[in-house]
């Protein structure tokens, strides 16, 4: 089992930016695939991004393509989201998730270690 941990969230304004932050502990040897999903209030949880471990290979939401940017440390065990030109729409609980395995299209369902979450607000 993998720990996860997220932390950067807050308020921002329209346009802003926030770096999302989710350090992983645990048996992190076995993560081949890292991601962040997003859960606004009366919707389903959404994917964002995901990247291959090694390698670092990317996907992402449509939605989020050319303003967000995932990237890992793989010394520090940790996963980063840097999100530019956020919009109030990107308004969420923003979720780290770990993977045992790749997937070429991501969805919940493949990853089966999650962090608790941190709340991103983008006012308008």
């Known amino acids: 089992q993998v720990q996860l941990v997220e932390s950067g969230g807050g308020l921002v304004q329209a346009g802003g930016s926030l770096t999302l932050s989710c350090v992983a502990s645990?048996?992190?040897?076995?993560?081949?695939?890292m991601g962040w999903f997003r859960q606004a209030p009366g919707k389903e949880r959404e994917f964002v991004a995901s990247?291959?471990?090694?390698?670092?290979?990317?996907v992402y939401a449509d939605s989020v393509k050319g303003r967000f940017t995932i990237s890992r440390d793989n010394a520090k065990n940790t996963l980063y989201l840097q999100m530019n030109s956020l919009k109030p729409e990107d308004t969420a609980v923003y979720y780290c998730?770990?993977?045992?395995?790749?997937?070429?299209?991501?969805?919940?369902?493949?990853?089966?270690?999650w962090g608790q979450g941190t709340q991103v607000t983008v006012s308008s």
């Open positions: 645990g048996r992190t040897s076995v993560t081949a695939m």
């Open positions: 998730a770990a993977s045992t395995y790749i997937s070429s299209r991501p969805s919940a369902l493949n990853f089966g270690s």
């Open positions: 990247i291959t471990w090694i390698g670092g290979r990317t």
